[in-house]
């Protein structure tokens, strides 16, 4: 099995995730079952190209820059089409386009400043087949703040702790035939060298590639 992922992200425009930081642990952390093609900007998104792959993984850094109308439709036609989606972090900056927002079932609204978070497993996450069997954990990561969409049917499976609120960490989503997932840690090299984390990057892969 060779599951073939485009990893989509910005470097020097990035003003503060650039995908050349992180790509080769994601490649490490997925191992040899995903043949791993990164690239810079969203061009391979559109209808033309997208198709060529399993699997798209969204690591954007491009807050007030949507993606080309080509590319919009490109990812959400793959989506609905039977395709996975997994959103890491920053990734979620494809919101800069609303109709991928509404895709990724949530809106960022910001973050306090980066602390140790403690994350853990909520009773759907335990049932779920991305997280079954997973740990909870804790991790010095920026804490992130979304707006869930109350139409997208999120499922919740892990949320963390943070000045005395609870808030969603990752979740998934059904969206036409294919799936999404989205996994708010990711901040920098170091959240992807957490070894309970790197499992839920790499179960979170397999899951929306339609390998769970």
Do not use: C
């Not at 992922?5 to 650039?18: D, F, K, M, R």
């Not at 494809?94 to 949530?106: D, F, I, M, S």
């Not at 991305?130 to 707006?147: A, I």
């Not at 499976?157 to 960490?169: D, I, K, V």
């Amino acid at each position: 099995m060779s599951i073939r992922t485009l990893l989509v992200g910005h470097n020097e425009s990035a003003p503060y995730h650039p995908l050349n930081a992180v790509q080769e642990r994601l490649a490490e952390i997925w191992g040899d079952t995903f043949q791993v093609s990164p690239e810079v900007g969203t061009a391979a998104l559109r209808k033309e190209s997208i198709g060529a792959y399993d699997l798209v993984v969204s690591y954007t850094d491009s807050w007030k820059t949507p993606a080309a109308p080509e590319e919009i439709a490109g990812l959400l036609g793959y989506v609905a089409q039977g395709g996975g989606l997994l959103v890491l972090h920053n990734g979620m900056s494809l919101q800069a386009a609303p109709e991928l927002a509404q895709l990724a079932g949530a809106y960022f609204t910001g973050h306090p400043p980066y602390a140790e978070l403690e994350f853990q497993v909520t009773e759907e996450g335990a049932a779920h087949p991305l997280s079954s069997g997973l740990p909870g954990f804790t991790l010095d990561e920026e804490p992130y703040r979304y707006d869930i969409d109350p139409l997208a049917k999120v499922q919740v499976l892990l949320t963390y702790r943070h000045e005395g609120g609870e808030y969603p960490a990752a979740w998934v989503r059904p969206y036409g035939l294919g799936r999404v997932a989205v996994l708010a840690p990711g901040h920098h090299l170091p959240s992807f060298q957490h070894e309970e984390y790197s499992r839920w990057v790499r179960q979170a892969a397999l899951w929306a590639a339609g390998k769970l």
